[in-house]
C-alpha cells in the first residue's frame, strides 16, 4: 500500500501493532481450545470441493474487523476501550447464558473463548463510527431528537419483552436497569445513534454467522432475531458511556482524549 494511502486510512506502526495483537489473539484461542477448533475443522467433508465449504462470511467479518481496528490507531486510547469493552463482554455473556436467554453449543456460562472478539468489536464499531456520522448532518437537531426517542424507546421495549424469560435473574435486572439509565442520562443524543446503528450493522453480520452456524441459540430462536442485532448498538453505546466516565475520572486534563474517540462532528 502506498504511503498516501497509509495517510490516508490513518495507518501508523500502532496499527500493525494491533492488527498482530489480533492475529496471536486468534492463535491463542485456537491453541487453547484446540478441542473446538479440531471440531470445527473435522467437519470438512473431502468429497466436496473445498471452495463450497470455506466459510467466507467468516473470513469476510475477520477481514473487515481486521482493517477496521487498524484505522487511527492509538494505543492510549484504544487500550482502556479495549479493556472496558472485554470487561462489558464478559458481563452481558453472563447475563445472558446464566439468565438462559441464549446458550452456546458448548454450554458454558459464558464461554471465555468468546470473550475476545468483544473488544475486537467494539474497536470496529468505533472505527465505523467515524464514516457513518457524516450521515446525520442531514438531519436537524430536532429530528435528530425525535428519532432517538423513538428508536430506543422501541428498543426497549422489545429487549424487555426478549428479556421476560430470565427476568428472574439479578443480571437481568441490572442489564434492563442499565440500558434505561444510558437513554434517559444521555446528552450527545446524535453521537449516540450512531454508535448504536454503527454496532447494529456490524451485529447482523456477526450475530447472522453465529445463529446460522448454530454457536449460539437464542430461546426466541431466529438466524438472527432481529433484537440481537440492535442489542450490538446498544452494547456499542454502553461500552462508550462507560468510557467516558473513565476519562471524567482521570480529571480535565484528558477531557482532549475522550473527545478524540467519540463520533462528534469536530473530529471530521
Not at 484461542?29 to 477448533?37: A, H, M
Request: glycine content about 6%; hydrophobic content about 50%; proline content about 4%.
Amino acid at each position: 500500500m502506498s504511503k498516501q494511502n497509509k495517510k490516508h486510512f490513518g495507518w501508523s506502526k500502532t496499527s500493525y501493532m494491533f492488527l498482530s495483537g489480533f492475529l496471536l489473539m486468534l492463535f491463542i484461542v485456537g491453541y487453547v481450545w484446540w478441542p473446538l477448533l479440531d471440531e470445527y475443522l473435522h467437519q470438512f467433508d473431502p468429497d466436496i470441493p473445498a471452495w463450497q465449504q470455506i466459510d467466507w462470511l467468516l473470513i469476510g467479518i475477520f477481514l473487515v474487523m481486521s482493517i477496521l481496528i487498524m484505522i487511527n490507531a492509538n494505543l492510549k486510547k484504544d487500550l482502556p476501550y479495549a479493556i472496558i469493552a472485554l470487561a462489558g463482554g464478559y458481563i452481558i455473556e453472563a447475563w445472558g447464558t446464566l439468565s438462559g436467554l441464549w446458550h452456546y453449543y458448548t454450554f458454558e456460562t459464558p464461554p471465555l473463548w468468546i470473550i475476545p472478539a468483544w473488544p475486537i468489536a467494539a474497536l470496529s464499531v468505533n472505527r465505523l463510527a467515524f464514516f457513518v456520522n457524516h450521515f446525520k448532518k442531514e438531519f436537524s437537531k430536532k429530528w435528530l431528537e425525535t428519532i432517538y426517542w423513538i428508536v430506543y424507546g422501541a428498543f426497549f421495549l422489545f429487549l424487555l419483552k426478549f428479556s421476560m424469560k430470565g427476568i428472574a435473574h439479578p443480571l437481568t435486572w441490572f442489564a434492563l436497569a442499565f440500558c434505561a439509565f444510558i437513554v434517559t442520562s444521555e446528552k450527545n443524543k446524535s453521537s449516540s445513534l450512531v454508535l448504536f446503528f454503527s454496532g447494529s450493522f456490524l451485529g447482523y453480520f456477526l450475530e447472522r454467522w453465529g445463529t446460522t452456524r448454530l454457536c449460539w441459540i437464542y430461546h426466541i430462536g431466529g438466524l438472527p432475531p432481529i433484537i440481537t442485532v440492535f442489542s450490538h448498538g446498544m452494547a456499542s453505546v454502553a461500552i462508550w458511556r462507560v468510557y467516558q466516565v473513565y476519562i471524567q475520572l482521570l480529571g480535565r486534563s484528558h477531557h482532549r482524549l475522550a473527545r478524540s474517540l467519540l463520533p462528534s462532528d469536530e473530529n471530521y
